[in-house]
Structure formats: structure tokens, C-alpha cells
């Protein structure tokens, strides 16, 4: 099975676990950075290449440190 | 051109509050295969799963049989992004009422689920009827590639 | 109790490359209910992801008919995840031979798919019939939370 794990990684960077929190903050600042650069904000396409991922691997990882929270704090941010 | 479907997903999953995180999942993964920005594939997230939590809170309520499916349709066509939410529980006696801002028929509930969706999707239908169920159906346009 | 389904979601998706992401992120999500390790969400993903790919790429092949769908049915029982990816293509004549390490029926691949799956997952079972189609089912076994 290490012979398969060394495969994989080996074929395809985008597979590689890695802290999916680490993941997360790396998409945000690459979100900022990408945002001050293109005067715009940048779309998940534009992301994923800067960070040689595929979308899919951005949506994992933002899923996974989703915060649990309310409806209201996302509504009224800061309230 | 504009109708033809590029892409479809449909799912049936049971009504337990596990699904509901799951949806917007799934709704933000198949988002991911066009050039979004996370804004908006939040956006969707949200709109999503506020549907979705409506029918296992609301559709399904105090009935606990765990045999009770959602149904989740997502279709991508050239010009916009679909999600259609089914299910078959109590349905909605006032739609235009229960899609008011901050009406819910539970006092300790919020009611701004239609509001989030309303105001995040750029079509919002709602087909409901008592005893048979309610169907969602949400759109999102889709800008062409030329505008980024 | 073993047998008793907790959860299940189940989903019929066009055969086209963008839904082997799709699967992928899919299966991870559902397995994301459960407290297991990053190594064993990963796993599942690989396993998943190679089924679906399989029936894409093999099943439906050269069938440029896009009308081809491929179900995934994800299952949570009390002490297994279950995987079942369901195509309708052209099926496998010896699953034997295809199950072996390193066979593959198109010389540019690795022939490693059945071999991720056999050995990420603690069941693999495929069923097939030419002509008809493939079904490829998948477990694994949860360990109890006594041994975290
Ligand atoms: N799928 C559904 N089945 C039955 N009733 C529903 C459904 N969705 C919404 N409703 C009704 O519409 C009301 C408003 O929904 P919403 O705006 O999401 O607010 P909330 O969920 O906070 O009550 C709910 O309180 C409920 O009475
Ligand atoms: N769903 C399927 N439909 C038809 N043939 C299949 C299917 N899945 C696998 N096969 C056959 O089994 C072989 C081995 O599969 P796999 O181990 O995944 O290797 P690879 O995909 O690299 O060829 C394939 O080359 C193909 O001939
Ligand atoms: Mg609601
Ligand atoms: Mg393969």
C-alpha cells in the first residue's frame, strides 16, 4: 500500500493530503492576493491554477472548515 | 442554445440534518466546474441549503420516519445554473405569506430562508400544496466568459 | 443491526469527465459525517473516483452519446460505508483478468484502478455483463469509536 500511496502522489500532486485547514487559509490569501492584483475578485478557476489545485480540491477544503455558524451571523455579520 | 442541458446531477437522499451540509457540498462542487468566484459559489451554498433545510425542518417535520427522501436536481445549462429541491411532506398552505421576510410558522425560527434565496439566486419559484409536498426550483444566470 | 441503514444519498449523474470530481468530492462529503482520518477520507475518494472514471472511460467510452448516466449510491450503516457506482455500458467480458494489477484494455493506461480499490477499500465486489453494463460495490468497514 506505500508502494501505491508513493504512486499517487507521485502522479498527482492535487491528491497529496494535506491539512485541509492550512488549505483554507492558503485559498484566502491567495483569494486577497489575486483580489489586490486583478482589481477584481478572482474566480475559483483563477485560484485553483495560482495554487496548482483543482476547484473540486478548494470546495473540499473550504467545506471542511466550514464554522457551524447561525444564519444570523452570516446575515448580520458582526452584530 | 440556451436550453439545452451541458451537465446533470440528481440526487435522493434521505431527510436527516446530515444532508443539509451535504447539499450545499454537493451544490458547491458542481459550481466548481465554471470560473465562479467563492463569492458567489457561497452564495449558492446558502441558498441551497436553506431549501433543503426547510424540507427536513418544515416538509418533513415531526413526521421521524427516517424513509422520507429530498430530491436534489442541479442542471447546467450555457446560460445559467438550476437547482430544483423536491420534496413530498406537508407542503406550504400560504406560499406568498411563508416567502414574506421574517414570517415563519415556528416562533423560535428566523424566517429568512426565502429571503436568502431570493436574494442570492436570480430566479426564485416555489410550487407547494398541502399534504403533497413542496418543489423549490432556483436559478443562477450565468455571466458570459467575456465579461471577466 | 449492521444492516440497518442510517443514511443513504443516491445519485444518477451525466458520464462526462467534470463528475468524476464531482464523485470524488461527493464521496468525501458523505464520509465527512463519520469521524475518520484524512487518510481514510482520501482513500475513499481514490476508490470512488476510480470506479466512476472506470465507467466513464470504459463503460460509456466512445458512446459520444451524452445521454449516459452513471449512479453512485452512498450508503452509511452502523458499522460501514458503503459505495456502489452503477453503469449501463459496455460491460466487462472477463472481470478476472481486468481485476488483475497492471490490466488494461487500452495500452496508454496504468491498469492500476481495480487495484486502488481492492486495496483502499476492505470489499470490492463488480458485477458485469456485456453489452449491459457494470456494477462496481465498495465498503468499508468503521471502526468502532471505542478504538479511536
Ligand atoms: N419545504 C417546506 N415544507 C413546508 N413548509 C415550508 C417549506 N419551506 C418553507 N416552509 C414554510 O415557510 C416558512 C418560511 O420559511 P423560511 O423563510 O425558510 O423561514 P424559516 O425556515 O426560518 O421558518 C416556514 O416557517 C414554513 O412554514
Ligand atoms: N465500468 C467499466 N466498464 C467496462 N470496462 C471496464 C469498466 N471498469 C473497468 N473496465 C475494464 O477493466 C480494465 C481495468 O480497469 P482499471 O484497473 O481501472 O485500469 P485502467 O482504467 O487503467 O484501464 C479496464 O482497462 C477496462 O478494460
Ligand atoms: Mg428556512
Ligand atoms: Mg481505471
Known sequence: IGEIRRFIRDDNPVKVSRPLKELAY?????????QGSLGREPTITEIAKELSLAPQEIVSALEAVQPQVSLYEQAFPGS | ????????????MLSVDE??????????????????????????????SEAVSNSVIHGYGDCNDKQNYIELIMNLFQDKLE????DYGRGIADIKEARQPSFSSDPERMGLGFVFMDSFMDELEVISELGQGTTVRM???????VEH
Not at chain 2, 440556451?2 to 440526487?11: D, H, L, R, V
Not at chain 2, 443539509?20 to 451554498?45: H, M, P, S, Y
Open chain 1, 26 to 34: 492558503r485559498v484566502h490569501k491567495t483569494q486577497e492576493k489575486l
Open chain 2, 1 to 12: 442554445m440556451g436550453t439545452q442541458i451541458k451537465n446533470q446531477i440528481k440526487f435522493s
Open chain 2, 19 to 48: 444532508n443539509v451540509g451535504f447539499a450545499r457540498t454537493a451544490a458547491a462542487a458542481f459550481a466548481a466546474q465554471l470560473d465562479l468566484t467563492l463569492t458567489e459559489i457561497d452564495e449558492i451554498k446558502v441558498a441551497v
Open chain 2, 83 to 86: 437547482f430544483t429541491v423536491i
Open chain 2, 139 to 145: 436559478v443562477k444566470m450565468l455571466v458570459p466568459c
